[in-house]
């Protein structure tokens, strides 16, 4: 993003026919007082020209210092040549990021992107700091990959996994992971006997997947059921029913890491949702098997949901935003191609339409400088 500094630093000198006051210098604000001004900035964008004020600004706050961030939405297809659009729900802003190299994009992975270029080299791309992760080749079988970081729970940058999930016509869909700097991408297993409609034992068609303190969670397509897999040793640790009220006729499925919970949330229909929170280990001072629990609300939290996964935020951290809220993307229909964005109530159940590009697209980004 190009930006220019909006607020000089140097003092300005004042005539000596005048009686006016130098004007303070900036600059010799405490490091500390700089910080809690910061910390104020919501918009990833105003962050980057407070930085760039001064040379003691920026060493006074580093960037990962940033506030946390609303996603963005994407608004490129598949390719870009040479520069990356994404929109604003904080600004209503649209934002265009040049970029050298010819990509074609996979897929949204929270900060970053993931992409390969014109030689198929696979790697996570950070559109605002250029940074580049390598990852290993896709496996031959990826036809239709989506991935999934881990979020910001792991901020390391060797926590940091990413899963590709491919669709193979009407039969299973393997799931790999791997962290960058991995040589290649390990297929993650499960109890062959869970899914005998599958085409290749032990393997699934997953409709929902999230990640969370090392732990894959992937429902699979058949049985409703989620596989929890311990993924420093690629094993199968627990495998939750589904929910009661559970019908085939639900729509998308979503798996959501949200403060701590992981959330299940079924898109029923076009304009309803339901939410299940994940029971794992003692209740009430009793053992209990892992389960789903239906809840009514999220209190001052609200999700973007994004395919088969999401992520959730605080009123507390964004209170311009509704809490007990679903963002979500809907489209396309009746002949078009575009998406649109929607906001799902869940007291009131009802939703509305949002403001915003009308996009052949659904991916969201979240920007990041670190």
């Known amino acids: ?43 990833i964008s105003d ?3 407070f930085r760039v004020v001064c040379k003691r600004w920026r060493s006074a706050v580093r960037a990962s210092d940033l506030t946390p961030q609303l996603p963005w939405i994407y608004l490129n297809l598949d390719r870009f040549e040479g520069y990356l659009q994404f929109y604003s729900l904080l600004t209503g802003k649209t934002y265009t990021v040049n970029v050298l190299e010819k990509k074609s994009v996979i897929g949204p992975a929270y900060n970053y992107v993931l992409c390969y270029d014109i030689y198929k080299k ?10 580049e992760l390598s990852l290993p080749s896709p496996p031959s079988e990826v036809l239709f990959p989506n991935c999934v970081p881990s979020g910001p729970s792991h901020p390391d940058q060797s926590s940091r996994f990413i899963v590709i999930s491919t669709f193979v016509g009407s039969g299973s869909t393997p799931l790999y992971f791997c962290q960058p700097g991995n040589q290649k991408w390990t297929k993650i297993r499960g109890s062959a006997s869970l899914f005998r409609d599958s085409i290749v034992p032990g393997e699934f068609k997953a409709s929902g997947f999230t990640f969370y303190e090392g732990r894959c969670y992937a429902t699979v397509h058949e049985t409703g059921s989620t596989m929890v897999i311990e993924l420093a040793t690629n094993t199968l640790i627990h495998v939750v029913p589904r929910p009661e009220l ?24 076009k304009n309803s949702f339901c939410i299940y929170q994940l029971a794992i280990g003692n209740r009430d001072e009793k053992q ?65 339409v949002l403001p915003g590009p009308v996009n052949f697209g659904y991916y969201w980004f979240v920007p990041c400088l670190c």
Not at 122 to 131: A, G, I, M, V
Not at 252 to 264: K, T
Not at 325 to 335: A, D, N, Q, R, V
Request: net charge negative; hydrophobic share 35%.
């Open 122 to 131: 696979c790697y996570l791309f950070n559109p605002l700091t250029k940074e």
């Open 1 to 43: 993003m190009a930006l220019r500094p909006s607020l000089p630093c140097s003092k300005t000198a004042t005539s000596p026919d005048t009686d006016q006051a130098e004007e303070p210098d900036w600059s010799d604000l405490p490091p500390e007082i700089l910080c809690l001004i910061s910390r104020k900035i919501a918009d």
């Open 47 to 49: 962050f980057v020209r």
């Open 246 to 269: 559970y019908l085939s006729t639900f729509g998308p499925v979503h798996l959501v890491v949200s403060f701590g919970q992981i959330l299940r949330v079924h898109q029923n229909g």
């Open 288 to 352: 209990m098997e892992p389960c789903w629990i239906k809840i009514d609300n999220i209190s001052n939290q609200f999700l973007f949901l994004h395919e088969s996964h999401g992520c959730s935020f605080s009123t507390e951290d964004f209170p311009s935003f509704v809490g007990n809220s679903i963002y979500f993307f809907k489209g396309p229909s009746y002949g078009k191609r575009t998406f649109q964005l929607f906001r799902y109530d869940i007291k009131e159940r009802e939703i509305e």
